[in-house]
């Protein structure tokens, strides 16, 4: 970009090291006060920067896309899942998208696997017992929660990050089984000693545990439906720590009210930061644990996450690929 400094718009406060860099590198605007952007405000980000960085709170639809001015050629987005922007619609306008995929697959593992135990065990009802005034002590049948050794865990998607939880996983002593559009490379299922389900119906009908870790895409927004949740077995439990489009939440919560299966842990919402009474009702009553999406946060993650933004941000810039491309699905 004929060798001044390209002006690139990040609509989030970033870690300071990572803007300090930023600052060195690019003619950069930071929003200094963490506002999320307004749709108006997005639009004219996007009409005057040739770099924008979002990040999962900003979305970046084909209506953007079509107001952005010509100087955008480069969306570097500050996250791993690209659901909040229409890729096609930027690929045709001829904007690059990037995202930075790998550097919080083992933090989000570490927290799925966490969530895991903290819904089978009761976690987060037992916490509160002490701190409200509740406990008259031990006794024989109170707080039992569900063994998670010798169960069955379905993960839907095993891309990258269900294979880091099924490794956890086996240190738990789960048993592995998956659900993908294609089966694992044999050398995984057998580090895994995993069980491939072609039918993501008769994976559910036998799980102990059920994880979803696959992206957000047209394929999959409400892979798991009302049809598929009814599936699982009374004492099943859901963890979906990926996006929430990806599970019918009216379903679940219809389920988790009727008591149709045991419970869930749920860290991502279909309206976020807009989370159903309904759903909060529930978590009163111990029936699922709400996470406001903080799977990935970790200082070092973000810290990565931000190293991959620069790097896409510059050998793009320099005139070369960006490591990390996202393509429009075929
Ligand atoms: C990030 C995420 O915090 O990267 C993702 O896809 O869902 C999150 O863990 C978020 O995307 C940051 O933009």
Redesign the pocket.
Known sequence: MNGKKSHVVITRKLPEGIEARMRQLFDVEFNETDTPFTREALIAAAQRAEVLVP???DEIDGEIIAAAGPQLKLIA?????TDNIDVKAAHKRGIAVTN?PGV?TED?ADFTMALIVAVSRRFVEGSRVIPGGQWSGWAPGWMLGQRISGKRLGIVGMGRIGHALAKRARAFGLQIHYHNRHPAAARIEEELQATYWDSLDRMLSRMDIVSVNCPHTPATFHLLSARRLKLLQPHAVLVNTARGEIVDEEALIELLEAGAIAGAGLDVFTHEPTVSPRLVRLAETGAVTLLP?M???TLEARNE?GEKVIINIKTFTDGHRPPDRVLPEQ
């Open positions: 990040t999962v709170t987005h500050f996250g791993n899942g930075t919080l989000m999406h799977g990935s946060a996450m």
